[in-house]
């Protein structure tokens, strides 16, 4: 679940990146995020990953005050929250299950549970049995979507996308998005940052409109 509460952000000396921004995204809904360049899309994905911290309202993850959290509670945060971006900065001198399997390491999960988790966030993006492969080996939707497994293998009730469709053909895209529509439906909350508007006109998810650091629409819930 994420909400914005009267969110705004701003920058030295007196650029506002973010104003006045309000909106809940329910648990185990998917959204688009969408706006010219410089709109806030960027500012606003931050502010959820703690990354930057709001000038003034509240961002709300899963029950907790993003802005409140300091030190190794942010880290912690963070845990909760799967990043997807257009460059997938996949290491290449790591297999596809060593690049996964990263985050759990970090984690410090065991060593002995790490290998069904990276399977089975493999086998969900449809290359477990690429596990053993090297990222310069696959194409690029295969490198997109080991990204999405390393997302999602820590099992985060929220996935943020930062155009992660935007060097991927058509017909990849789709597959990358029907990936994200199976996640939602098991619960786990997604915002797609994204200017490709035949993807959105397809999918017809709930679509959020910045301008210049203002919600100015929201189509509400798919339909």
Request: net charge positive; proline share 4%; no cysteine.
């Amino acid at each position: 679940m994420i909400r914005f509460e009267s969110v705004s952000k701003r920058y030295p000396p007196q650029f506002d990146a973010l104003r006045e921004l309000s909106f809940d995204l329910p648990t185990g809904e998917m959204a688009f995020l969408t706006g010219h360049s410089g709109a806030g899309k960027s500012t606003l994905l931050k502010l959820i990953m703690r990354i930057e911290k709001a000038s003034s309202g509240r961002v709300i993850v899963n029950g907790r005050d993003q802005g409140a959290l300091k030190g190794r509670q942010i880290a912690l945060a963070r845990r909760d929250i799967g990043m997807v971006y257009q460059d997938h900065n996949l290491l290449d001198d790591r297999s596809v299950f060593d690049n996964v399997a990263l985050p759990l390491i970090i984690a410090g999960m065991p060593a002995r549970d790490i290998p069904n988790r990276v399977y089975a966030a493999l086998d969900l993006v449809g290359l477990k049995h690429r596990a053993k492969a090297m990222p310069l080996e696959l194409s690029g939707g295969e490198q997109q979507r080991v990204g999405i497994a390393r997302a999602v293998v820590g099992k985060p009730s929220v996935i943020l996308a930062d155009e992660p469709t935007g060097n991927l053909d058509p017909q990849l895209a789709v597959e990358v998005m029907n990936i994200f529509e199976d996640l939602s439906r098991v619960g786990v909350s997604i915002l797609v940052a994204t200017h490709d508007l035949a993807l959105i006109a397809r999918f017809r998810h709930r679509l959020l409109t910045l301008q210049a650091g203002q919600l100015v629409a929201d189509t509400g819930a798919a339909t």
